[in-house]
C-alpha cells in the first residue's frame, strides 16, 4: 500500500515500514497514549486574521451555514462558493452561487478574479496541495488574501481521518479517544488485533485499514510537507494559529526516530493568513 509518491519527499509506506522494522519494539495500540481533543480547534478565525468587509470572496469546502456563521457576518461584497464534491453537505447552497470543480485544476475563474480565497477542511483532501495553491494564487488579485483552516495532517495524531460511523470512539476519529498516531506506529496486523480484541468483528477491522491506508479522500501529506509547500509557492505568511495535542517526548522522539526528517507531530492542523505575493 501506497500512502503517497508526491515529490515534496513524504516517505512512501513500504519505505517507512522498512524504517519501522529496523527500529520497532512493541507497539500494541493500547500502549500508545490518548491524546483527547484538539487544543485550540475554534474555526471563526476568518474575519479576525483577514479585512473581509466589502471584498469579492470565493469560500471552497464549506457548507451554506458555516459561510454564513464564519463569513458573511463580515459583510463582504460577493461570496461565491466551490466543492468538488456533488454529493456532500458543500453542495447543498443555495445561498450563493456555487461551482463543482477541483482547484488542482485550472478552473473556470478569471485571473485576479477574488480579493481572497477561503478554504475549510480542505486542504488535507487535496491530491496536489501543490497545484492547488498555484490555482489559488491565480485567482487571487496580488497583495489579496489566502486563508486555510485545515486538519488532520496525516502526521497527527488522528491523522488518518477515520470517519466511518459518527457515533462510534474507535470509528470516528473526531471523537477525541483514538490511540495516537496508531497509523504510524502499527503494522495492519496490530491494528487488525486491536480492533478484534475490541469486539469488532473481521470486516469491520479490514475496513479501518481501507480507510487509514487505501481511502483516497485524503492526501496523507505531515505537516512538515504542508509548510514546504506554502514556503515554495508565491504567498507570504501574515499570520497563523496552531491547532494540535500535546505530546508526550518519548512518544514525540519515537516518531522522529521513525520517520527521518519529519520534526512535527504534535500539530493537527492550522489556521493560516497568506498574502499573494505575485
Known sequence: ???TSNPVGVLTYLTAYSIWQLKRRAMNPNNLPTLGKISNGDKDFYGNAAKLKDKNLLLIGFAEHEADEYVAKYNPKSIKMLTKWENHIDSKVQKYPLSIGDICRKTDYEDNMFDAVLTLSTLEHLEDL??????MIRITKNLGNILHLFGPA???AYGHHIYAKVDDPFLNFSLWTMPAHMHLLCTQDEIVDFYI???YDQKVA???IHWFFETKII?????DDYLKIFSDSKIQLDSQELIYNFLPFNHRDLLRSIYPGK???STYGAKMNFIVNK
Open 1 to 3: 500500500v501506497q500512502i
Open 130 to 135: 501543490r497545484g492547488a495553491t498555484n490555482e
Open 154 to 156: 496525516w502526521s497527527c
Open 197 to 199: 480484541d475490541l469486539g
Open 206 to 208: 479490514q475496513s479501518v
Open 219 to 223: 492526501n496523507r501529506l505531515f505537516f
Open 263 to 265: 520534526e512535527d507531530f
